[in-house]
């Protein structure tokens, strides 16, 4: 453990590759490489490779932290809040620009889209807490009162998809209800997270409130999840990962919350708009198909088969793949290159296993991380390529020929985050959208987002509810304080 080491600049920002550590600035006697799946022989920089003694250097900072940031007002709490998401606003196109070449989303959508949410969701819990209101009613001669106290440092585990905006989602409520936070972003794309530490420094932080470490998941991951300092843990990232980490929080009874992955149906029933459904159904290649909640199953009813596997395959034609900074393009490289093999790997055992690869099924260009836009059609519903989530620009095409198989189907897999319906009948829109087992069900959409609505998985998508008030709760212990009436004045 050291001071801090030389930053190195992208995209005109001098990224700091250290820990962000009881305000100041800490680096690792060893480090690990950062790639950019845009070119991926070029690296962009050597990060700080936190180990136990960072992870209880950080934790020991937001312990210390603790007691004076609980005890301050929700509204002066959500002060620092709004500092922090008016420095994000002035500076994502920088973030934009620099996430962009380190995860390949495509820098369009991280500029319009993805980065302001991060200073929205800073806004967003600023606000909700100060609404946040205590319950309180009379019985048995008493006065109970329901009150929310802060728990004590927050570790928050994040994956390298839409890490900026997902990092800013999870830390926000537990700095809003008063808790101190560790945030670990993922290895594979670690810098928007070191520019979030420049910021929450410029905002004036106190210093151990917000500590951002770096590093890799089995060792300092690992590591702060497992210390019984440790009040709340939230995590975001695959299944597998989940249950390690849930195991390490239960040792300590630390209450854990977990949003994981995903193998989301997008229904498309005969009295839809087909077109729409077909083009929404293409769009979930978007990403490079790297969204938790895409709608990987594409359950049709088989009267409209054909019609909508025309329309489909004519919106999969315009897709454009390409480098993430040219507007132009719809599919962007996938993270890394054990990635890529992994999922042709799925596709290659499908294959070979019988199932239909309809379209793509191959890795794009030799000197890049594309992976074609990819369509099978499962030889059975238990196929690996319907049961397991891929993350990355393959989806499977199955029909049903009633309501009831519909929602058999939806529901036939271990997974629960998301669902999609196309109809237009109200009646059905309701019945079906109750009957998917699922955090969120769309509508004839896909991905509007309220942030006070709960949001979260089913089965092994996940453990616990986000968004507004859920996650509030999560972050806060709560007490009933109880008053005998008439005895006090
Ligand atoms: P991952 O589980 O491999 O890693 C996630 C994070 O956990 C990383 O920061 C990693 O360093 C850390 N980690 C790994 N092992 C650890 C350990 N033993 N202890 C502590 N930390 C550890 O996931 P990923 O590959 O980064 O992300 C992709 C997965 O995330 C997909 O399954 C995707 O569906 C899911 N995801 C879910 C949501 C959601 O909201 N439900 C959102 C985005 C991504």
Known sequence: MTGSSARFELEGVAISPDHYVDGARLASATTFEDR??????????????????????????????FPSWAALSCTARGEYLHRLA???DERSDQIARVECLDMAMREESLRLRVIPRGARNFRAYADLAVEYEERSWSSNNTDNRVVRMPCGPAVIITPWNAPFM??????????????TVV????????????ILADLIDEAGFPPGVFNIVQGIGEEIGAALVSDPRVRRVSFTGSPE?????????????????????????????????????????AGQYDDAGQVCL????????????????????????????GDSRDDNTTISPVIHVDHLAQIDGFVQRARRSGDNVMIGGKIWREDGLWYEPTLIEPVSNNSEIVQKEVFGPVLTLQTFDSEAQAIELANSTPYGLAGMIYTTSAKRADRVGRAVRAGTVWVNCFLIRDLSAPFGGTGISGIGREGGDYALDFHSDLKTLQVLQSSVI
């Open 36 to 65: 950019s799946p845009l070119e991926w022989t070029r690296v962009l920089g050597h990060m700080a490779r936190g180990d136990a003694g960072i992870a209880n250097a950080a934790l020991t900072s937001a312990a210390r932290a």
């Open 86 to 88: 008016e420095l994000i």
């Open 166 to 179: 997902l990092s800013t989602w999870k830390c926000a409520p537990a700095l809003a209800a008063g808790n």
């Open 183 to 194: 945030l670990k972003p993922a290895e594979w794309s670690p810098l928007s997270a070191s």
């Open 241 to 281: 990962t989940g249950r390690l980490i849930g195991m390490a929080a239960a040792r300590n009874l630390t209450p854990f919350t977990a949003e994981l992955g995903g193998k989301s149906p997008l229904i498309v029933f005969a009295d839809a708009d087909i077109d729409a459904a077909a083009k929404k159904a």
């Open 294 to 321: 895409a709608g990987t199953r594409l359950l049709v009813e088989v009267s409209v088969r054909d019609e909508f596997l025309e329309k489909f395959l004519t919106y999969t034609n315009e897709h454009v793949l």
